[in-house]
């Protein structure tokens, strides 16, 4: 199975952010737009794996509070010049990084690895070629991106809403030609 631990969002700022996304959508035909129904925040991704029982109960120790979360702001990975992933902002407070760090440290005996650097909650909304922050060989750079973020710059930087986070997920993650489906394997309440 292909799993990831991950934040849902509030649907009022799941609407907001729709809304958001099909007005830059005409703009970059040429990228894969995310669908509102897979909108999440990802806390840890697992990739595939056969260990879903040990996973299950390694995030029943989890221990963590409510995470405040304020959806604000877009960006481009890796760069603006060179953009590969259209995403927007998350700001939170200091809960999240402490629940990330908590699952990172659950599941390390069972063989994942937390990601390198810093973690930086985003919000994916379209990601061009593979998507990776290096392209892959003969890969071309999709230009709606850069119409997309010529866009953003005559615009304010928008503002989608907050909310508190009161359980993170476990996810299985199936890929396919329309895209990625996703399945709530899971709740983990926090508080």
């Known amino acids: 199975m292909r799993l990831f631990v991950a934040l849902d969002i509030d649907a009022q700022i799941r609407r907001r952010i729709t809304e958001f996304r099909d007005q830059m959508r005409p703009l970059a035909p040429d990228v894969r737009w995310v669908g509102p129904e897979t909108f999440h925040v990802t806390l840890q991704f697992l990739g595939e794996t056969k260990k879903v029982d040990e996973i299950r109960q390694a995030l029943h120790t989890v221990k963590g509070s409510p995470v405040q979360l304020a ?29 990330v760090t908590a699952i990172g440290e659950a599941l390390q005996p069972l063989g994942f690895e937390s990601d390198a650097g810093p973690y930086k909650p985003h919000l994916t909304l379209a990601r061009a070629g593979s998507g990776r922050p290096r392209p892959a060989s003969r890969e071309q750079l999709a230009p709606g991106l850069k119409e997309v973020r010529a866009r953003l710059e005559t615009l304010p930087q928008p503002e989608f809403g907050t909310m508190t986070a009161h359980e993170f997920c476990l996810y299985q993650s199936k890929l396919s030609p329309a895209g990625a489906q996703y399945t709530k394997l899971e709740r983990y309440p926090l508080g």
């Open 71 to 99: 959806f604000r702001n877009t960006g481009f990975f890796p760069t603006p010049k060179v953009p590969r992933v259209f995403w927007v902002g998350i700001d939170a407070d200091e809960h999240l990084q402490a629940l």
